[in-house]
Structures are given as C-alpha cells and as structure tokens.
C-alpha cells in the first residue's frame, strides 16, 4: 500500500530532551515536507526537500533540523525542544516531474513538550 | 500582508443540499490552487487541484472554480452526504512553483441526516 509512515504516533517529552520524528515514504517521491498544525494557524511548513541531500527552509524553521540521506527517510530532529513546540506535525511527500503535485500526508504526530 | 482566508465558522448543511466553501487570498499570485479533505485526528487528503488558467474542475460531486481577478477560489459539493462532514483546507502554491504550499486555515463542514 501507497503511503507515509511517521513514528511516534503520539510523544510526550520534557525541554531540552533531544527527538527524532521518522517519516518515510513507500511510492518514490522525490519530495518532501515537514508541516506543523496549530489551531487557527493551520499547517505551516517547517522544511522540505527536493530530493536526497536537498533541504530548504519552510516558514518556520526555528529549532528544528532535517537531513534527507536516503530518498524514502525524512527525519525531522528537535534539539533542544520547547513548550512552544507542542504541536501536532505532519510529514507529507509528492511525485515531481508528472505534473502531479498533491501531497500525500502521514498520519500525523502529537507531540507534547512540558 | 499575504493572507489566505477560509470562513472558520462551521458550515452546517442538511443532507442531499449543495455545499459551498469559499477561500479568498491577497498579495499571492498562485500558480495553482489545491482543496484538502482532513477528518479529526489524520492527516490531510488531496481532492483537486486547479491551475491559474482554469477556471472549473470537476471529480464526481466535486467542483472547484478559481478567480484569480476575485483571488478566490469556491469549492461545491453536490448532494452532500453526512460522510462528507470534515475540515476542507485550501492551499495555495507560491513563489517557485510547488515545493512552497501556503494552506488556509480550513473550514469546517458538518452535513446533518
């Protein structure tokens, strides 16, 4: 099955403990993206990649990292987690190059920092 | 300022009628427009995506128009049914193409029995 995998699901931490999110992809996407959905914000995007080794900034890069070292990973890192980082985050990856261009999004991470 | 709005109040429609949901943007100038589908809890769904010299799309109940002299963009669904009770998310794609999608902040509709 066609789909985006984030682990955890849910993540419960403390400032400054340093998390991982995971997300992958099983259809090939050479792009990638990190959202984060607020209430009355909506989602916003954190970084993306156009490919492996690609990475840019999204609008609200601040205390967050990426790496992209293999086409199918996109792992968004927290170093040094705040509370103003709780928030419920969404990986998402898309076809290039066919002129389709919708996102195909993970199940979503709840993330609690206290 | 750039702004993407969608009406944040729920939009309540009994069984069988039209929904139409409305989102208006300024100081964007969109290649391409996209409608989003997500249920409490998941992550967003794609439904459609129409380009900045279309003006109508259409997938089975659904229909989007685009007005890029209005910036707005309408999106209907026809002979609405309870299972289409969900937050729908206009996203807007800008700048350099589509790596950079700015998404509305969603409304949500309820379609009651």
């Known amino acids: 099955e066609a789909q985006v995998t984030q682990n955890p699901r849910y993540l419960i931490t403390v400032t400054g403990k340093k998390l991982t999110v995971t997300c992958s992809q099983n259809?090939?996407?050479?792009?990638m993206s990190w959202y984060r959905q607020d209430p009355g914000l909506g989602l916003r995007q954190i970084y993306y990649s156009m490919n492996v080794e690609v990475t840019d900034k999204g609008d609200v890069p601040e205390g967050y990292k990426v790496s992209r070292k293999e086409k199918r990973n996109f792992p968004l890192i927290l170093e040094s987690p705040s509370p103003n980082q709780t928030s419920l985050y969404f990986c998402a990856s898309t076809p290039t190059g066919t002129g389709r261009y919708e996102q195909y999004f993970g199940p979503g991470t709840r993330l609690t920092v206290t | 300022s750039q702004k993407i709005e969608q009406n944040s109040e729920a939009l309540n429609i009994q069984e069988g009628k039209t929904a139409t949901l409305t989102c208006n943007y300024t100081?964007?100038?969109?290649?391409?427009l996209q409608w989003y589908r997500q249920d409490p809890g998941r992550g967003p769904v794609f439904l459609l995506l129409?380009?900045?010299?279309?003006k109508e799309k259409r997938k089975e109940r659904l229909k989007v128009t685009f007005d890029t002299t209005l910036k707005q963009s309408l999106f209907h669904i026809t002979a609405s049914q309870p299972a289409d009770s969900a937050t729908y998310l206009c996203a807007l794609a800008v700048n350099t193409g589509f790596q950079k999608l700015v998404f509305g902040t969603g409304t949500r509709l309820l379609v009651s029995p």
């Open positions: 129409i380009r900045e010299n279309e």
């Open positions: 259809m090939n996407h050479e792009y």
């Open positions: 100081n964007y100038s969109p290649a391409y």
